[in-house]
């Protein structure tokens, strides 16, 4: 077994083969996103905003702009909610994109986007400081009324990166509001770099990727949560944060690989372990592909978009 077993096993989480059957949503020839059968059949009944053929489901041609394009999807999530067939949307836009969020062919409301598959761009920041020569970090745990992970461990800062927003404006907010950092320490994050993967959800196919930052503060900060998301706050050694990934599920899913990469960026993770170059390219998968599992089990098909 290797040695970083422990890391590498929220890497396949986060990465799982496929085992139920998802059909592309294309729009102008590019994937855009992945639905389940049964909502594709439900679309069925909005031919002017989408053709539901047996393998593939593709935006009107005649929605060849990005404002009819944007209001059609807008109409069909709020119809499609009242027949509880998605979440309510929540006034939160996303992008809608077989690339760069700045290449969006669309917007669709953040709630309703979950189900179409659509890829999301979030971020996550690492708040620690230096106290005696070892690193510690700041751990957030989520209020118990969150919708997803309720009570788990978080980031510091983490949240989705919403349409129509800059990254630094949005970290600036996202900083304030769930830690207290105000915007000028914000604008001290270094970023370094992303994570991506590729899971299925309750609500649907998520193919996410997380811009990652690291704030190194002062030892006389202390987070105060502003929005109601976070319970608490606790100042760990990164040993025990190490292990707590390692050993444990107590983290909100994504942030264990978010945590992992600091781990190898600040050298507790050493390139000589068995299992380092498996656990590095599984921290950054291609946006938007689908792993299945062939019929004999032994197989694997992989498609690729964007």
């Excluded at 807008?74 to 979440?87: F, N």
């Excluded at 050298?267 to 656990?279: F, H, M, T």
Aim: hydrophobic share 40%; proline share 8%.
């Amino acid at each position: 077994m290797s040695d970083l077993e422990g890391y590498l096993r929220h890497v396949r989480a986060c990465n799982p083969v496929v085992d139920e059957p998802f059909l592309p949503w294309l729009v102008e020839g590019r994937v855009v996103g992945w639905l389940r059968p049964a909502l594709a059949e439900a679309l069925e009944r909005y031919p002017e905003v989408f053709r539901v053929l047996p393998q593939r489901v593709e935006l009107a041609p005649g929605l060849d702009t990005f404002e009819s394009r944007s209001q059609a999807l807008a109409r069909v999530g709020e119809q499609l909610a009242e027949l509880g067939l998605v979440t309510p949307p929540m006034g939160e836009l996303y992008p809608v994109t077989a690339g760069r969020r700045e290449e969006a062919c669309c917007i669709m409301d953040r709630a309703v986007a979950a189900w179409f598959g659509v890829r999301t761009f979030g971020q996550h920041l690492n708040g620690f400081l230096r106290r005696d020569g070892e690193i510690h970090m700041w751990i957030g745990r989520r209020a118990r009324d969150r919708l997803v992970f309720p009570g788990r461990l978080d980031h510091l800062v983490a949240g989705g990166l919403p349409w129509g927003v800059g990254l630094w404006e949005n970290l600036e907010k996202e900083c304030w509001e769930e830690a207290g950092i105000p915007p000028p320490l914000a604008r001290q994050a270094v970023p370094v770099g992303l994570v991506s993967y590729n899971r299925v959800a309750q609500r649907g196919f998520r193919s996410d990727v997380l811009y990652c930052y690291d704030l190194e503060l002062s030892p006389d900060f202390e987070p105060r949560n502003t929005d109601g998301e976070v319970e608490s706050f606790t100042l760990l050694p990164l040993e025990e944060v190490a292990r707590l990934v390692r050993d444990t599920d107590e983290f909100k899913l994504n942030c264990n690989l978010v945590i992992t990469d600091f781990l190898i960026r600040h050298g507790y993770i050493q390139p000589d372990e068995p299992g380092y170059l498996a656990l590095n390219l599984g921290l950054r998968q291609p946006p938007g592909r689908l792993r299945t599992r062939a019929g004999d089990g032994a197989r694997f098909i992989e498609i690729q978009t964007g």
